[in-house]
Each structure stands twice: as structure tokens, then as C-alpha cells.
């Protein structure tokens, strides 16, 4: 596999520490397993980024961030038509930032940075106002918040099989005695087996799936109502009650707050 992208490798021999690329992506489109030489920041405006490495699988709702470490193998996934905003950084040089993916919110000054840095060119002058942008989103990037936007996937072979499926097409109804006997064990070594695998216990684990599959209808202005039934909810209340569980708010209010 060669490393980076071939915009990014177009950028190799450039000696700054950040660089910043503009792209828009098309409703569907898939980015195959691929890694960067650099760190990443990923920031999309508008549609849904679904990032998936071998460890986990990722959702980034419009207006947010994806920080991806350098030499993490993942692949994209784009819902709704997203206008990609990238930073490329130099590994080391941003401190304090994770050795795994997370979706980071991204405030007001943070996305005006952003749409200005992606009109610097690559080899801009360190002394003048672009190195000044530049340094500014250096400074910025470690007081990014981080969401709880992922859901881990296990490493035995049998289970993420089992939730890779079902995360195509996740339901509240899923049981552990289905899962225990398509695993081909007993109930209490798979309760214990997704634990250790996980870090969650399967009913944790699967309403994370559930919010996951939830959050990009709701960011395209799909109803409430709607999105509970169609992922089996027996009604709205009862979706948006796991919703507030795990995200601390209910759909609408979720939503606007970290707009």
C-alpha cells in the first residue's frame, strides 16, 4: 500500500509543518483503506464523514473534525455531498492529541481558520501572515474537544463479523442470547469475550451503534419519528431517551448545541 494520498504525496517534499487542502466529495463516494505520512485533521461543512479502521468505526456529523494519527490504515465513507477541509501535519509537532481517531468539535474560530488555510500555499512563508495562520492552528488544534462519536470493534475474528453486519443495519432488538449462539458459545463467555474485546457491555455497545446510524439521518433534517422507527424503536420517546443517555441531550437540542 503506498502511504498518503496522492494529493498528499504531491506534497512530500514540502518543508512546513501544516499544509491544508480543499476537497469535495460526492454523495456515496468511498475512499479505500489508505494511510497518511502525517497526522490528519479532516473538517467537512456540510454531509457525514463515516471513517473505519481496524479498531473502531468513527461518525462525523456536518461542522465537525476527525483527527486521524499518521499511519493509521482507515477507509471513508461519504454520506450527502461534503466539502472537505484537510490539514496534513507533520507528526509530533501538535502535543497532546490522541494516538487513535476522534471526532473533535470545531467552534467558530476554528472553521474560519480552516477556510482561510486551505487558500495558503503549501510553501508559505513561515514569517508572514501565512505562517502566522498556520501557527495559530497549531495552537488551536489541542483545545478541540473531543465527542463521543466512536464505537470500538473487537479483534476476534467472530465477533466483528457479527458487528461489522450489524452495523449495516443496527436494531435495539439484537439480542446477546442471538449473538452468543452465532458466536458459538455460551451466554456468559460471550458477555465476558465482548467485554474484553470492546471495553462495553453488548447493550452499551449497541445502542453507541444505534446513536451512530441515528446521527447522520438527523444532521440531513430527518425527522425524529422517523429515524426511531426505522431502526426498530417501538416509539420516538424511547430513541430519544438512549439518545440523551449517551450523547447527554435529546436529538434536537444535541444537534444545535454543537452546531
Known sequence: MQPGSTVEDAFREVARPVIALGSDYADGHVIAPHWHRRDQLLYGSTGVVLLATAAGAWVMPPERGMWIPAGIVHD???LGRVGMRSLYIEP????GMPAHCQVLGIPPLMRSLLAEAVFVPAEYDPTGR???????????????????LSLPLPAHRALAELCRHFLLAPTPHATIDAWSEAAGCSRRTFTRLFRRETGLSFVAWRQQACV??????????QPVTAVALDLGYDNPAAFTAMFRRILGAPPGAYLAREA
Open 76 to 78: 471513508v465513507r461519504i
Open 92 to 95: 509530533g509537532i501538535i502535543r
Open 130 to 148: 501565512d505562517g502566522a495562520l498556520m501557527a495559530l492552528i497549531q495552537h488551536e488544534i489541542p483545545l478541540l474537544p473531543a465527542l463521543p
Open 212 to 221: 451512530m446510524a441515528a446521527l447522520p439521518r438527523l444532521a440531513a433534517g
